[in-house]
């Protein structure tokens, strides 16, 4: 969704002619692969950049909740279809995949969820790493 939202904005202004002027605050960040991001490793936290809760968060199913952006990490909670979750930050993984840092709001456990298990492809606000 972030991504499709920055290159249609792209796409309207270079077809428009415009050049489009914003606050530094509302310039979309750069794409982690454009920073050189790293994953989160297995016991990593995500700091609370986003703060937005998302009803019923899952897209599909369950949503396992880890303790890195690696199925290799620790399943520290699921996330169920009618879970809402406070959303962090997100950053990628070493499988190329996005991940979002969330609370589960009824369980209260914190992990890390796969953006494409997640409606609107989980936070916005980008971890930092």
């Not at 310039?27 to 994953?39: I, N, Q, R, T, Y």
């Not at 609370?48 to 599909?60: E, I």
Request: net charge negative; glycine share 12%; with cysteine.
């Amino acid at each position: 969704m972030r991504k499709t939202l920055v290159m249609t904005a792209v796409a309207a202004s270079v077809l428009s002619g415009i050049t489009l002027a914003a606050p530094a605050s509302a310039v979309p960040k750069a794409p982690p692969s454009e920073v050189g991001a790293m994953h989160a490793s297995c016991g990593t936290i995500g700091p609370n950049r986003d703060n937005r809760v998302d009803a019923d968060a899952p897209s599909g199913g369950a949503a396992n909740q880890r303790s890195g952006t690696s199925t290799n990490c620790t399943i520290l909670g699921v996330l169920q279809p009618t879970d809402d979750a406070l959303y962090f930050c997100w950053t990628e993984g070493n499988d190329g995949y996005t991940w979002t840092y969330l609370r589960n709001q009824r369980t209260g456990v914190r992990g890390w969820v796969r953006d494409n298990l997640l409606d609107g492809y989980g936070s916005d606000d980008y971890c930092g790493f």
